[in-house]
Nanobody, 120 residues
Framework: QVQLAESGGGLVQAGGSLRLSCAAS????????VGWYRQALGKQRELVAA???????NYADSVKGRFTISRDNAKNTWWLQMNSLKPEDTAVYYC??????????????WGQGTQVAVSS
């Protein structure tokens, strides 16, 4: 059973920082990519940041220069360092990893979500 365990969410004032963590129950070298998504109230889930097995990173335009994704294969863990937080960053954040295949279909693994709330 593959599990992704998230931690690090909380309440912070605008301009502050948080660091989210995601720990996988299997070697993350099994995945082509790991990343972070978020979903704000009333909005669709969006990609925040991702990193491939080769180290290539991708960020949403809204977080470039403020957020950093990193991973440690030895610890089977990846992080999202969030600096200069803004109220519009308020959302539930989900870590993900993938892909995997079942019955000919492609899927990702997902964490349970962690709440980030940024006050003005």
């Amino acid at each position: 059973q593959v599990q992704l365990a998230e931690s690090g969410g909380g309440l912070v004032q605008a301009g502050g920082s948080l660091r989210l963590s995601c720990a996988a129950s299997i070697m993350i070298s099994s995945f082509d990519y790991v990343g972070w998504y978020r979903q704000a109230l009333g909005k669709q889930r969006e990609l925040v940041a991702a990193i491939t097995s080769g180290g290539t990173t991708n960020y949403a335009d809204s977080v470039k220069g403020r957020f950093t994704i990193s991973r440690d294969n030895a610890k089977n863990t990846w992080w999202l360092q969030m600096n200069s937080l803004k109220p519009e960053d308020t959302a539930v954040y989900y870590c993900n990893a993938g892909p995997y295949y079942s019955a000919g279909k492609r899927y990702d693994y997902w964490g349970q979500g962690t709440q980030v709330a940024v006050s003005s």
